[in-house]
């Protein structure tokens, strides 16, 4: 069993910048591949950034690509996303998720945190 705790959501102008945190309670969290998914209101989930257990591979949806970074502390269980240049339309509930194969699917995540909103003022 996971326990996924997302933090760091808030109001922020666009320009702006934000530093998600997702605090995980797991054994061997090394082993658990991890994203950054988000949900905007009337649209489907998205995931915005992906990384392998180690940290070595990370993968970001083309939308963010160059302004979001993920990362990950393997040593305080913990996983980052770091969003840069923030814009009206990155505006939505950012989740995240572990599993066992890092991607930009949705379908290899079992657990999932209870999300976090961003949102961005224009």
């Known amino acids: 069993q996971v326990v996924l705790v997302e933090s760091g959501g808030g109001l922020v102008q666009a320009g702006g910048s934000l530093r998600l945190s997702c605090a995980a309670s797991?054994?061997?969290?090394?082993?658990?591949?991890m994203a950054w998914f988000r949900q905007a209101p009337g649209k489907e989930r998205e995931c915005v950034a992906a990384?392998?257990?180690?940290?070595?591979?990370?993968y970001y949806a083309d939308s963010v690509k160059g302004r979001f970074t993920i990362s990950r502390d393997n040593a305080k269980n913990t996983v980052y996303l770091q969003m840069n240049s923030l814009k009206p339309e990155d505006t939505a509930v950012y989740y995240c998720?572990?599993?066992?194969?890092?991607?930009?699917?949705?379908?290899?995540?079992?657990?999932w945190g209870q999300g976090t909103q961003v949102t961005v003022s224009s």
């Open positions: 797991a054994r061997a969290f090394s082993s658990y591949a």
């Open positions: 998720a572990a599993g066992r194969v890092a991607t930009l699917a949705s379908s290899p995540y079992n657990y």
């Open positions: 990384i392998s257990g180690s940290g070595r591979n990370t």
